[in-house]
């Protein structure tokens, strides 16, 4: 007998836990306050990078991509993300909330 999955979810409050707000965990989750908030999901193969910015309870699809990531806003414009695309990998930066992404190609010297 196969044992299902376990299902994962998301909780937030506004009110101090006064009230609760849940959603299923879709894939990487990204705040950067109370109420804005990207994530990343899936959708026949491909991924979703989606926003919200009502804490959660609605989601705007931004950008369909091909590669899956770990996303880090610093604010509602700019962010990054460690790519993966099968066994590639890429560092890529939004200054648009998500909308475009650009490859980094990070270079480390010694000083």
């Known amino acids: 007998m196969q ?6 979810f998301y909780f937030y409050s506004t009110d101090e836990g006064k009230t609760w707000i849940s959603w299923q965990q879709a894939g990487d989750v990204e705040f950067i306050n109370a109420s804005n908030g990207w ?8 991924y979703l990078i989606e ?5 959660g309870r609605t989601w705007q699809t931004t950008k369909d ?9 610093i604010d509602a414009q700019n962010g990054w993300a ?5 066994a590639d990998f890429a560092l ?3 200054s648009d909330g998500g909308k475009t992404w650009q490859d980094m ?3 480390v010297t010694s000083q």
């Open 3 to 8: 044992e299902d999955a376990p299902v994962d």
């Open 39 to 46: 994530r990343m999901s899936t959708l026949d193969g491909s």
């Open 51 to 55: 926003q919200t910015q009502d804490g």
């Open 65 to 73: 991509v091909q590669w899956q990531g770990d996303l880090d806003f």
């Open 82 to 86: 460690l790519a993966s695309y099968g």
């Open 92 to 94: 890529v930066k939004t």
């Open 105 to 107: 190609k990070p270079v």
